[in-house]
């Protein structure tokens, strides 16, 4: 392979720094703050666990149950700390941390406790080139937030969300391929 068709086929090459984080936040619903104040996400990872069945001396290992690992976002805390008291209002709502339950009936195909959530890959434009969406996401966790007098770092945390599974949509495949392919992972 020459350097140009190295070139050619990367690109300007995919920025992690360009990415979108959106979904509701319980019963709170949308808030479009989350798009730029979400400063660190990740792509999802998942796996496919395995089984050894034995065969004539050998072992055949075989494919079992699919999982999907949690989901980690981290978010700059804004001047009066809305995006944090809602994601601690949606725990609340799922877990009264003095009743120990939750304040109404809750269910799984219930979009304001399981909501989804998206993290979109952009290219330069701002523009989408891969999405993934968390089916029934829940927080999990909401990380502290430390306060020190000699810190000068903006304040920050990470939210832990869990989800039943993500699907994915190439955006703008290329290499021949059809755009907006949606296949459920």
């Known amino acids: 392979m020459r350097i140009d068709d190295f070139k050619d086929k990367i690109g300007g090459g995919v920025r ?13 619903g949308t808030d479009v703050a989350t798009s730029f104040l979400v400063t660190a996400a990740a792509l999802p990872a998942s796996n496919i666990g395995e089984v ?10 075989l494919p079992t149950s699919r999982t999907f ?31 120990n339950t939750p304040d109404r009936e809750i269910a799984l195909n219930n979009a304001t406790d399981f909501p989804d959530w998206s993290v979109d890959q952009l290219d330069r434009s701002g523009d989408p080139i891969k999405s993934y969406t968390f089916k029934y996401c829940f927080p999990k966790s909401i990380s502290e937030i430390s306060v020190d007098a000699a810190n000068e770092d903006l304040a920050s945390f990470t939210v832990t969300l869990g989800y039943s599974y993500f699907i994915t949509s190439d955006v703008n495949v290329g290499y021949g391929s059809p755009g907006n392919r949606t296949s459920a992972l």
């Open 16 to 28: 992690p720094s360009l990415f979108r984080v959106g979904g509701r936040i319980g019963a709170s």
């Open 52 to 61: 050894t069945a034995p065969y004539r001396g050998r072992n055949i290992k």
């Open 69 to 99: 690992e949690d989901w980690t976002i981290t978010i700059l805390s804004d001047k009066d700390m809305r995006l944090r008291s809602k994601m601690e209002q949606w725990l609340e709502d799922l877990n009264g941390a003095e009743s």
